[in-house]
């Protein structure tokens, strides 16, 4: 039955009461807490580590809370804990893009009443799935850059942004931390302003920040996750006592008018010089309108290269598949190397292209059985076993 704790989970609930509780007590709900699927809004993934790391923390026991009350977003409430988590662990995610997530139950002790709140009234909210979403406060250090694997708050890539063609995101790793579980009313940070808000202060003289790339790195970052969205924030007073890392420089000196053309003649020189260096490299290998011309019609060029790179991608494809098909129908004797020097000759247009593979095809399929070239075996997992033992 919905919220009855079987008698494992009392029995865990009662290694942390400091009275035995009776099932009929205790509330008991399990909930997702979050996952490692890219966070979008903020470009920052979990690393399987760090919810290894939250899973002890929930296992051990943290408070269960009413919309993060530490971070004073929203309305003004006190941080009152109105349970607590008593069993974690780390299981297949079960989404799309997730590979692990951390899934948690909870307890509530029935019949209390705190800050004018009543446990049974939550407990029927949850019953009633009027809360329904629960949202973890916690903490990471190892802030991991995809790129160059070095830290991100220290490296020269941005998250969000591309670089040969491989998406920039940090990767969130120990040591880190579950501060609390809060239950959240649906949509409650969807709909806050917070999110996009960079720089707002919170009521309890948190600051919301979404580039920490500027900040120094010895800030400590809290976060609040919901519903595949991040927050982050960090306390006022780190901010006003560490110097931005931009702003490093800029101590109280007071320049002279002389020394503040200095300088930005010496900025716009050097600015000038770097154009011209780069310019050298600049070839202007076709006129707009001779582009539309060839291509029919206006496009951007961004466009134009990405189709560009997919008819590539396709071309290689199709070259690939042509060959599989040669070795199907002429066996491991096929000359796939020279084949395939033959079918990338850039001359050569997709329709010769498949005219072979057709070819080879048709052959192929006319030899009864046998023949067939094996798939590949997937790769054997690299993973040591105790590794999925959660
Ligand atoms: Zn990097």
Redesign the pocket.
């Known amino acids: 039955m919905f919220g009855v704790p079987t008698p494992s989970q009392l029995g865990k609930i009662n290694e942390k009461a400091k009275r035995p509780l009776s099932k009929e007590e205790v509330f008991v709900f399990s909930s997702k807490m979050v996952g490692d699927k890219l966070i979008e809004n903020r470009y920052v993934k979990l690393d399987k580590s760090l919810l290894q790391v939250l899973k002890d923390d929930a296992t051990e026991g943290v408070a269960l809370m009413l919309d993060h009350p530490w971070a004073g977003l929203g309305r003004p409430k006190a941080a009152y804990p109105y349970g607590r988590t008593f069993e974690a662990k780390v299981s297949k995610g079960d989404i799309e893009g997730e590979d692990w997530a951390l899934f948690g139950d909870s307890y509530i002790v029935r019949g209390r009443e705190k800050d004018g709140l009543s446990t049974d009234a939550i407990i029927a909210d949850i019953e009633d799935g009027t809360i329904f979403d629960v949202s973890i406060g916690f903490g990471y250090e190892g802030t991991e850059?995809?790129?160059?694997?070095?830290s991100?708050r220290k490296?020269?890539?941005w998250p969000g942004r591309t670089y040969d063609n491989k998406l920039?995101y940090v990767i969130a790793k120990p040591p880190g931390y579950l501060m609390e579980l809060s239950l959240v009313f649906d949509g409650a940070y969807e709909t806050a302003g917070v999110l996009s808000a960079d720089g707002e202060i919170t009521d309890s003289g948190l600051s919301v920040v979404r580039d920490y790339k500027s900040l120094d790195s010895e800030i400590e970052l809290m976060n609040i996750y919901s519903k595949n969205r991040l927050i982050t924030l960090v306390r006022r007073e780190d901010l006003e006592r560490k110097i931005w890392k931009g702003g490093a420089n800029m101590d109280d000196k007071k320049y002279t008018q002389e020394e503040v053309d200095a300088k930005v003649k010496e900025a716009v020189d050097a600015f000038k010089a770097d154009l011209e260096k780069n310019a050298e490299g600049i070839d202007v290998f076709m006129l707009k309108h001779e582009a539309v011309e060839a291509l029919g019609k206006e496009m951007e060029p961004n466009e134009v290269l990405k189709l560009a790179k997919e008819g590539m991608q396709y071309r290689e494809e199709l070259i690939e598949d042509t060959i599989a098909w040669g070795v199907r129908a002429e066996g491991e004797a096929f000359a796939s190397d020279a084949w395939k020097q033959m079918l990338s000759e850039p001359t050569r247009t997709i329709e010769a292209i498949k005219a072979f593979r057709d070819q080879f095809k048709a052959k192929a399929e006319e030899i009864p059985a046998g023949r067939v070239t094996e798939p590949k075996k997937k790769e054997e997992s690299v993973i040591p076993d105790e590794f999925y033992k959660v």
């Open positions: 850059c995809s790129i160059c694997g070095g991100i490296c020269d890539h920039c």
